[in-house]
T-cell receptor, first 114, second 114 residues
Framework: EPEVTQTPSHQVTQMGQEVILRCVPI?????FYWYRQILGQKVEFLVS????????KSEIFDDQFSVERPDGSNFTLKIRSTKLEDSAMYFC????????????FGPGTRLLVL | AQSVTQPDIHITVSEGASLELRCNYS??????LFWYVQSPGQGLQLLLK??????LVQGIKGFEAEFKRSQSSFNLRKPSVHWSDAAEYFC????????????FGGGTRVLVKP
């Protein structure tokens, strides 16, 4: 069964550094998403992406965040200058879209900012 | 704004006993509703979903959920739990439009006693 994959599984970085989290969505899906879960808190929506542009973003998704689908298979989340409060589990999801709004999640990347 | 409440943070159940996890949502129209499960160190796995039609939906691993519009609820049930059901369970609500975000509840952690 096709799955969403994410790399790396864990990343440790220094405050102020840039990180790129990578995701490979399910191949025939049209919609892509990033969510995050700070330890002990709810899973929160960050951004959705369709047809090579952002379709919706939350107030969390400020100028330090960006998303890209660079090559038709990968979907990346870049955090330009990490802060301590960016430490969280980041989940990528994809969905077929038309006729089916289900979102299928990857295993997550645990980001720790020191 | 949409919101989801899972009133029970933790539930402990004996193996073989029945399980019911509560989920209440707030949403202006008929929502799409989902249950996901997260085992330790794993991502979010889709258990089941409700879009329309029969209000009792069947999912994987022997789970079912019932949509009750009058109570704004979507409770998850399993008649007989197995030790492998120990995990965290998340209810989520989304809009019918493709690409829209999911809003998650805070999760219910299920512990299974032998």
């Amino acid at each position: 069964e096709p799955e969403v994959t994410q790399t790396p599984s864990h990343q440790v970085t220094q405050m102020g550094q840039e990180v790129i989290l990578r995701c490979v969505p399910i191949s025939n899906h049209l919609y892509f998403y990033w969510y995050r879960q700070i330890l002990g808190q709810k899973v929160e929506f960050l951004v959705s992406f369709y047809n090579n542009e952002i379709s919706e973003k939350s107030e969390i998704f400020d100028d330090q965040f960006s998303v890209e689908r660079p090559d038709g298979s990968n979907f990346t989340l870049k955090i330009r200058s990490t802060k301590l409060e960016d430490s969280a589990m980041y989940f990528c999801a994809s969905g077929p879209g038309v006729g089916d709004q289900t979102q299928y999640f990857g295993p997550g990347t645990r980001l720790l900012v020191l | 704004a949409q919101s989801v409440t899972q009133p029970d943070i933790h539930i402990t159940v004996s193996e073989g006993a029945s399980l019911e996890l509560r989920c209440n949502y707030s949403y202006g129209a008929t929502p799409y509703l989902f249950w996901y499960v997260q085992s330790p160190g794993q991502g979010l796995q889709l258990l089941l979903k409700y879009f329309s039609g029969d209000t009792l939906v069947q999912g994987i691993k022997g789970f079912e959920a019932e949509f009750k519009r009058s109570q704004s609820s979507f409770n998850l049930r399993k008649p007989s739990v197995h030790w492998s059901d120990a995990a965290e369970y998340f209810c989520a609500v989304g809009a019918k439009a493709a690409g829209n975000k999911l809003t998650f509840g805070g999760g219910t952690r299920v512990l299974v006693k032998p």
